[in-house]
T-cell receptor, first 112, second 112 residues
Framework: EAQVTQNPRYLITVTGKKLTVTCSQNMNHEYMSWYRQDPGLGLRQIYY???????DKGDVPEGYKVSRKEKRNFPLILESPSPNQTSLYFC???????????FGSGTRLTVV | KNEVEQSPQNLTAQEGEFITINCSYS?????LHWLQQHPGGGIVSLFM???GKKKHGRLIATINIQEKHSSLHITASHPRDSAVYIC??????????????FGPGTRLSVLP
């Protein structure tokens, strides 16, 4: 089944403890991206990747890192999480930047 | 002024009614997407439009590039259509993913 898989679905962590949210797609898509969703602010783009080893910042990249060493994986790294990064995170992929998007199921992160 | 606006913010309809959700944007775009977010949080891409009109089942999406406006129509609405509908626009050809901007969403409730 074609899908975007995010892990974990839920995560509670403490301020400053490095964490990684994984995202993997099995559709050979070139384009992958990360978003966060907050009440009253809606969805906002964090980072995106046009292809392997090609990544760029979205609207809210501060406090996040990404890497794209393989086409299928696009992990989101929080080196030193802070409470303002408590949010619902989505990963998405598409064949190209112009293609239709497939979203992961979301990761609800709480930083205390 | 927000770059992407949607109306109405909330909408309650009776089963069977024809529904229209509107999206207006103020930036130049290469494409517009309609997304559906279910109460459980999952996001599904419904349409990608760069011109004209698309239809999928009971859903119809239109876009008027000159007027910077798009509409999502649902015919013969059903309670399972209850969700948040999000309009998202992507920047022009030279701005591949960075200007993926989301509207605030329209919360639709369809009553049986």
């Amino acid at each position: 089944e074609a899908q975007v898989t995010q892990n974990p679905r839920y995560l509670i962590t403490v301020t400053g403890k490095k964490l990684t949210v994984t995202c993997s797609q099995n559709m050979n898509h070139e384009y992958m991206s990360w978003y966060r969703q907050d009440p009253g602010l809606g969805l906002r783009q964090i980072y995106y990747s046009m292809n392997v080893e090609v990544t760029d910042k979205g609207d809210v990249p501060e406090g996040y890192k990404v890497s794209r060493k393989e086409k299928r994986n696009f992990p989101l790294i929080l080196e030193s999480p802070s409470p303002n990064q408590t949010s619902l995170y989505f990963c998405a992929s598409s064949p190209t930047v112009y293609g239709g998007y497939t979203f992961g199921s979301g990761t609800r992160l709480t930083v205390v | 002024k927000n770059e992407v606006e949607q109306s109405p913010q909330n909408l309650t309809a009776q089963e069977g009614e024809f529904i229209t959700i509107n999206c207006s944007y103020s930036v130049g775009i290469s494409a517009l997407h309609w997304l559906q977010q279910h109460p459980g949080g999952g996001i599904v891409s419904l349409f990608m439009l760069s011109s004209g009109k698309k239809k999928h089942g009971r859903l119809i999406a239109t876009i008027n590039i000159q007027e910077k406006h798009s509409s999502l129509h649902i015919t013969a609405s059903h309670p399972r259509d209850s969700a948040v509908y999000i309009c998202a626009v992507r920047g022009g050809a030279n701005n591949y993913g960075q200007n993926f901007v989301f509207g605030p969403g329209t919360r639709l409730s369809v009553l049986p």
